[in-house]
């Protein structure tokens, strides 16, 4: 059975170009988002990695810690990331997991149990390692999302989920669709209209059950 929202996600102890991880240590009081890509030196994902670290206050203002994840090796991760500096034209400081025996990939479900490398592994190998998981301070699954390996991801679309995500749990609210930091957000159908204004003031009530307030700045 794969990883579900809010399930614990798996503690492992891995080597990264930084070296050991333990992964739910590392997390520690913090936000986390782990990123996997199929193999170092690759085109759409260098283009990603440097996404990420061009975001890199961005993480910091929302107490979120990112870390890649690729099937190579520390050595190969490490010669990988000059070419994502280079690429990007900013540092990328944050830490890429060497899962060259595929045992976090297989602990967070993007391959079977029995996913082998062969020696001269390509990216086909391990395709399905394009996954984005954001974890919350309680080790646990807030969000899930994959892509194919054409597509690169959307960090500001992973950006505003974390959004989202913090502001729904630090305020009790629901976000509607395309919601962005300052707009209204919903009120969960548990919450009564009385209830709803005395908490957040007052409430548009567009149906019955779709209510929008407006939270503090």
């Given at each position: 059975m794969g990883l579900r929202i809010n399930d614990t996600v798996p503690d492992f102890t891995a080597e990264s170009d930084q070296g050991e991880i333990r992964f739910h240590e590392w997390i520690g009081d913090n936000w986390a988002i782990l990123f996997s890509h199929?193999?170092?030196?690759t085109p759409v994902c260098t283009t990603e990695f440097g996404a990420v670290a061009l975001l890199a206050d961005e993480w910091a203002?929302?107490?979120t810690k990112v870390i890649g994840i690729s099937v190579d090796g520390t050595e190969e991760h490490k010669r990988w990331k000059a070419d994502i500096e280079a690429a990007a034209k900013t540092k990328a400081g944050f830490p890429i997991i060497a899962d060259k025996g595929l045992a976090v990939s297989?602990?967070?479900d993007?391959?079977?149990?029995e996913a082998y490398l062969p020696e001269n592994p390509t990216p086909n190998?391990?395709?399905?390692v394009r996954s984005v998981f954001i974890i919350g301070p309680d080790k646990k699954l807030k969000l899930s999302m994959t892509y194919p390996m054409n597509v690169g991801r959307?960090?500001?679309e992973v950006l505003r989920a974390l959004d989202g995500l913090q502001t729904a749990g630090a305020?009790?609210?629901a976000m509607p669709a395309n919601w962005e930091v300052?707009?209204?957000?919903?009120?969960?159908?548990?919450?009564?209209?009385a209830d709803a204004e005395k908490k957040y003031g007052k409430v548009n009530k567009v149906l019955p059950y779709l209510r929008y307030v407006k939270l503090p700045d």
């Open positions: 199929p193999k170092d030196f203002r929302r107490k297989k602990a967070f993007m391959l079977p149990a190998d391990s395709q399905t959307n960090f500001a305020n009790g609210v300052g707009q209204d957000v919903i009120v969960p159908l548990a919450v009564s209209d």
